[in-house]
């Protein structure tokens, strides 16, 4: 009997070094590309995408198509979650998210996770039908965000530049905070937890917001809820890799590795090549970090990085990616020229 030979993707996050690497880019569907945009403006809203599997599961395989990406990754957004909680979410055109904020324990108490599940549904069915729909050779990433960077959205309720108010109450209401977190860590492994089960084959945890937190606090709402997190996945789904992405850690992207237990670690745009192959590469796949502005400056600037991070960290388990999100102003042909380029390294 022979195996089919596992996913180039899924090999790496085992640990295998392999080459060329997979690649895949974070917010790879989006606004860049005009057959997304045809897509969006057929729809209500920004969350009225993300709860049509017909149409996410379309601009899931868009990137696809054109430029051959090792992975998929399920289209939909972080603040799902706290739509499913019951904190209603808008999107307005040009002003980013819009919650009414949760700041005290009386706001938190109105959350449940009584039809959590139900208002996800179609969350659930766009996986499914990826999980037939991508090519054999190609993975399906499942994802969330990372309990404090949800939680800044919660009680900021917006984007925010300083987070003070997030950091007020985790500050000065510990316990009120840590409730908030305790829920967030729970909902999130239910939603992880069937986002597998319909077919995710890896785990992305998006912490965009972990730089800002200072060395203690980092311990307590971004180490300490993504190990729990992590534990109850790997108990509960054993064989599912778990990525990272505490953007902007620095320093702290070292004990986040020893002590979280994910499989690997997606480095931001500032991580120092050489600095994250000694010290992290021996321990976790490393993904990143190509400068999303790079990719819009296109030419041989790109080239140039493109083939630095290959050649520091292309040696060892690595997964080439972006050091963050794509940007809508990106020309599709630079993204083009970056993926021939990955694909024909040596
Ligand atoms: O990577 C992918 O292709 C999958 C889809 C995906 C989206 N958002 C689609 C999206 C993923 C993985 C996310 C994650 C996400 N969402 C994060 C973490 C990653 C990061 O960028 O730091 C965060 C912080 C959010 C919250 C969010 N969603 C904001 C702040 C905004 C508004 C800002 C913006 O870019 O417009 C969104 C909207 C959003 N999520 C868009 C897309 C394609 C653009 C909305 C549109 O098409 O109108």
């Not at 403006?41 to 709860?51: M, N, P």
């Not at 499913?84 to 998210?97: D, H, I, W, Y």
């Not at 324990?105 to 959590?116: M, N, P």
């Not at 599940?117 to 996986?127: D, G, N, Y």
Request: charged share 20%.
């Amino acid at each position: 009997m022979s195996h089919a030979p596992a996913k180039a993707f899924l090999r790496a996050l085992a640990g295998e070094t392999v080459t060329p690497p997979p690649f895949w880019l974070m917010r790879q569907a989006g606004r860049y590309l005009p057959e997304y945009r045809e897509v969006r403006a057929g729809c209500r809203g920004f969350l009225d995408l993300c709860y049509s599997p017909d149409k996410a599961t379309e601009v899931t395989l868009q990137p696809l198509r054109r430029y051959g990406f090792s992975a998929a990754i399920l289209f939909s957004d972080i603040l799902v979650v706290p739509d499913a909680l019951g904190q209603a979410v808008a999107f307005k055109e040009g002003e980013g998210p819009k919650l009414p904020p949760i700041r005290d324990g009386k706001a938190l108490a109105k959350l449940s996770l009584e039809g959590f599940a139900s208002h996800l549904a179609p969350v659930f069915e766009t996986v499914s039908r990826l999980s037939k729909a991508i090519p054999a050779e190609t993975a399906l990433i499942g994802f969330a965000g990372a309990p404090w960077t949800v939680a800044t959205y919660m009680v900021e309720g917006s984007g925010s530049k300083d987070f003070i108010e997030t950091k007020k109450l985790a500050y000065g209401q510990p316990d009120v905070f840590k409730a908030l977190i305790d829920l967030l860590v729970q909902a999130t492994g239910d939603y992880l937890i069937t986002q597998i089960d319909h077919g995710a084959e890896a785990i992305q945890l998006f912490d965009s917001w972990a730089g800002v937190l200072p060395e203690d606090e980092f311990e307590k709402w971004v180490i300490a809820p993504t190990q729990r997190l992590v534990e109850r996945l790997k108990r509960e789904r054993p064989g599912i890799p778990v990525i990272g992405f505490p953007r902007g850690a620095g320093a702290l992207l070292l004990p986040y590795v020893e002590k979280t237990g994910v499989d690997a670690v997606s480095l931001d745009t500032g991580v120092p090549l050489e600095w994250a192959a000694k010290m992290l590469q021996p321990k976790v796949t490393v993904q990143g970090n190509l400068d999303p502005i790079l990719l819009i400056t296109g030419g041989e600037a790109m080239d140039r990085a493109i083939d630095r991070i290959l050649s520091t960290l292309g040696r060892g388990p690595f997964i080439f990616n972006l050091g963050h999100g794509i940007l809508p102003s990106t020309p599709p042909e630079h993204v083009a020229r970056l993926a021939e380029r990955v694909k024909a390294w040596r």
